[in-house]
């Protein structure tokens, strides 16, 4: 039972254009998300996060969207850049719980 | 700051065997959680342990266990390996009291290979 979904396994996007991940879920209880970034042969990095109680939340060039009502959200990347390449992962958790679950991750790939 | 430190990085073992993975947190974090990442399924909560104590637990068989010492390093161990336990083990470290996503620290991981 995939509790949170990223049904993109893969992204292409042009340099200095706008990158849009999207990620659903299907857990009521969960009100605390979270993005990670992945580099082969590297852990996950925090790029950004967001509680249920917003709907955007932004971070440099990175923002995140949150539609509780329809259990989606999306990382905005603007513009995009050739380091943006790796792979993205949404997460998700009830909000003070180390137990993270995770999505299956989309692979960007930005184009220069 | 040193990170989180997973040992060993690489290796493989054959079926049946067992094995063990090493995680040193980063100075002063109590909680190690441990993440299973295969190709398809993303990453996968094993458990988490806290001052010592299991206090989470995914929907892993028994073969999959861990442990946490004093000084919050923190053990797992595969026991009966299958080749569907090849697999980047992630360790994440965090203070361990109602972390936010940028207090949780990831290893890099190791990346254990079963024949």
């Known amino acids: 039972d995939q509790q949170v979904k990223q049904n993109s396994p893969s992204l292409s996007v042009q340099e200095g254009r706008i990158s849009i991940l999207n990620c659903d879920y299907t857990?009521?209880?969960?009100?605390?998300f979270l993005w990670y970034k992945k580099y082969p042969a590297e852990g996950p990095t925090f790029l950004i996060s967001i509680s249920s109680i917003k709907d955007k939340n932004e971070d440099g060039r990175f923002t995140v969207f949150l539609n509780k009502s329809a259990k989606h959200l999306s990382l905005h990347i603007v513009p995009s850049q050739p380091g943006d390449s790796a792979v993205y992962f949404c997460?998700?958790?009830?909000?003070?719980?180390?137990?993270?679950?995770f999505g299956t991750g989309t692979r960007l790939t930005i184009i220069p | 700051k040193a990170g989180v430190t997973q040992t060993p990085r690489y290796l493989i073992k054959t079926r049946g065997q067992q094995v063990t993975l090493s995680c040193s947190p980063i100075s002063g974090h109590r909680s190690v959680s441990w993440y299973q990442q295969t190709p398809g399924q993303g990453l996968q909560f094993l458990f988490e342990?806290?001052?010592?104590?299991?206090?989470n637990k995914g929907n892993f068989p028994g073969r999959f266990s861990g442990r946490q010492f004093s000084n919050s390093r923190s053990e797992m161990n595969v026991s009966t390996l299958e080749l569907g336990d090849s697999a980047l083990y992630l360790c994440?470290?965090?203070?361990?009291?109602?972390?936010?996503?940028?207090?949780?620290?990831f290893g890099e991981g190791s990346w254990l290979t079963v024949v």
């Open positions: 342990y806290f001052s010592e104590t299991q206090r």
């Open positions: 857990n009521s209880m969960f009100d605390y």
């Open positions: 994440a470290s965090s203070p361990g009291q109602g972390s936010f996503g940028n207090t949780i620290y």
């Open positions: 997460a998700a958790t009830a909000f003070g719980n180390e137990k993270l679950t």
